[in-house]
């Protein structure tokens, strides 16, 4: 009875503003006729770009298939580059819809990267066959250099006037130009060790690089004080990688630092933090402070 009682109170309760809603005349007004949005007397001044990042990837798979993965599967980039020698860059998804391409992870302070990103997909192999299955016997941890197939040149200068064209007209922060692997360290490798971003950073002005002189300053400093794993990952957070608070490199952990190295030591990506790793961290957090708007 008593839960009766209470429905039809809720009902009843429920019912009123509807019925008056539908008897004002205000309301009926409003369904007929037809209001004029004024968008130029009155405009604000604090206001930003909705696109913050660009994620950059490899497909792992071959021209046709990375195309119908892309154009009929559950995953999607606003980009596809394909590994063809002609002077198409293919756009799928416009740049004011969402691709599904980040998933989980987070970088700078953001998560859910799918609402505030740029995906550009580049059509390349990853992991070279013949080493695919490297790291089953327990001897290595993490794909070295050699193990990743090489893109071809037209494609990154594809990938420069494409993210050069993307990052001006966004204002997107050169921090904020990233792979996939920066924001899903454990889940993701790519665009993997040979993709060429200190190139792309010297000849075409994109993305964050370190300075080499403040990378050597901090290395050659003999009183540096052997810092703490958590000030090492208060570095990395400051720079804008996810990562946890244990007080070991546990696997998670190494996964961030396998992923920082593929991108800014990519000659040497082995999971394990050493002093030029460390270096190249700090020389980066000399170089680009926090710039980003949460607003
Ligand atoms: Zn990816």
Known sequence: MAKNFTALALATFLSLPLIACVTTPKAQMATTESFVIDSETYQSTSKSQRIKTIVLHYTVSDNERSIKTLTTGNVSAHYLILDKNDDKIYNLVPESERAWHAGEGGFSGRTILNDTSIGIEIVNAGIKPEYRDALKDDTLDY????????????????????????????????????????????????????????????????????????????????????PSVQEIKQAFRKYGYQINNSDEWDKPSRDVIYAFQLHFRPLKPTGIMDIETYAILQALNMKYASRDDFY
């Open 143 to 226: 794909h070295p250099y050699d193990h990743y197939a090489d893109f071809n040149e037209l494609q990154i200068k594809k990938v420069a006037q494409l993210v050069q064209d993307i990052a001006r007209r966004y204002d997107i922060s050169p921090k904020n130009i990233i792979g996939h692997a920066d924001m899903a360290p454990s889940r993701k490798i790519d665009p993997g060790a040979k993709f060429p971003w200190e190139r792309l950073y010297k000849e075409y002005g994109i993305g964050a690089w370190y300075n080499e002189a403040d990378k050597q300053e901090i290395m050659n400093r003999r009183t540096l004080v052997t």
